[in-house]
């Protein structure tokens, strides 16, 4: 994979997992690559589609197996559950 390719899949990576920081530094070394103004918008595009289609999936998936019951914020660094290392 060439450089410019590379970059660019890192800042459609930094976009789908929300890092601020990666993105910042990938989006200037994707244009230090070579990567354009169109290049950069097609894979923040892309991106962005895959984020928000996540969300809405995990959201819809979410409330089914809540079955209407309250979710409890987790707060402190603690673990949701048994089982869970988030």
């Known amino acids: 994979m060439d450089p410019k ?4 899949v890192a800042v ?3 976009v789908a997992s929300g890092c601020t920081s990666c993105l910042e530094t990938h989006m200037r070394l994707a244009r230090q690559a070579g990567a354009d103004s169109r290049d950069i918008q097609t894979v923040v ?8 289609q996540g969300i809405a999936t995990i959201d819809d998936l979410a409330g089914k197996w809540a079955q209407g019951e309250p979710i409890a914020v987790i707060a402190g ?3 949701c559950g048994p089982g869970c290392n988030c």
């Open 5 to 8: 390719m590379k970059e660019l």
């Open 45 to 52: 595009n892309i991106a962005r589609a895959v984020r928000l």
């Open 77 to 79: 660094g603690e673990s």
């Open 12 to 14: 459609a990576a930094s």
